[in-house]
T-cell receptor, first 113, second 111 residues
Framework: KNQVEQSPQSLIILEGKNCTLQ??????????LRWYKQDTGRGPVSLTI?????NTKSNGRYTATLDADTKQSSLHITASQLSDSASYIC????????????FGQGTRLTINP | NAGVTQTPKFRILKIGQSMTLQCTQD?????MYWYRQDPGMGLKLIYY???????DKGEVPNGYNVSRSTTEDFPLRLELAAPSQTSVYFC??????????FGPGTRLLVL
């Protein structure tokens, strides 16, 4: 069964610090891997999209990496800000049935002042 | 542009009641989706549509129905509400293979 597992489930860090969120997946073959940010009470918003051949993609202070051999991705947040407090969701798009995206359960990140 | 809009924002239903969750997008996207999000779980696909008049089941379609008569609208119908349908429902739209844009969600409580 296609699965996406994220770790940690939750994370608390101080403002200004860096952090890395992990995503392991079993979806294969896949066309792309996405990271979304979901603020409390809002819908998810896309941060990055990486095709299976890309290793890294940045969006401001957010940098996503992808290792298709080990089926792992990470999202690194640099110099965290209070507004980074949110859930971060890893999503894998299979080649077969590309409309049926596979969502991870998310990592809840809290930035404390 | 408003993007993806959903109504209502919040609703309480009694067991056995029916309701329709509305979703509209103004980006001329072909693809539209309905998801539910339960606490601590990933989003689950209920139904999706690749264009007007075309719909297909997702991972958890039981208890729901959809229609797609126009490009802009993709309503989700609950016929006989059950407590297991208590959840937050998100509508999304995209171009083929493109980024999904999500609405703000509808929180549904079935008592």
């Amino acid at each position: 069964k296609n699965q996406v597992e994220q770790s940690p489930q939750s994370l608390i860090i101080l403002e200004g610090k860096n952090c890395t969120l992990q995503c392991n997946y079993t979806v294969s073959p896949f066309s792309n891997l996405r990271w979304y940010k979901q603020d409390t009470g809002r819908g998810p918003v896309s941060l990055t999209i990486m095709t299976f051949s890309e290793n890294t993609k940045s969006n401001g202070r957010y940098t996503a990496t992808l290792d298709a051999d080990t089926k792992q991705s990470s999202l690194h947040i640099t110099a965290s800000q209070l507004s980074d407090s949110a859930s971060y969701i890893c999503v894998v798009v299979p080649i077969q049935g590309a409309q049926k995206l596979v969502f991870g359960q998310g990592t809840r990140l809290t930035i404390n002042p | 542009n408003a993007g993806v809009t959903q109504t209502p924002k919040f609703r309480i239903l009694k067991i056995g009641q029916s309701m329709t969750l509305q979703c509209t997008q103004d980006m001329n996207h072909n693809y539209m989706y309905w998801y539910r999000q339960d606490p601590g779980m990933g989003l689950k696909l209920i139904y999706y549509s690749v264009g007007a008049g075309i719909t297909d089941k997702g991972e958890v379609p039981n208890g729901y129905n959809v229609s797609r008569s126009t490009t802009e609208d993709f309503p989700l119908r609950l016929e006989l509400a059950a407590p297991s349908q208590t959840s937050v429902y998100f509508c999304a739209s995209s171009l083929p293979g493109g980024t999904q844009y999500f609405g703000p969600g509808t929180r549904l409580l079935v008592l």
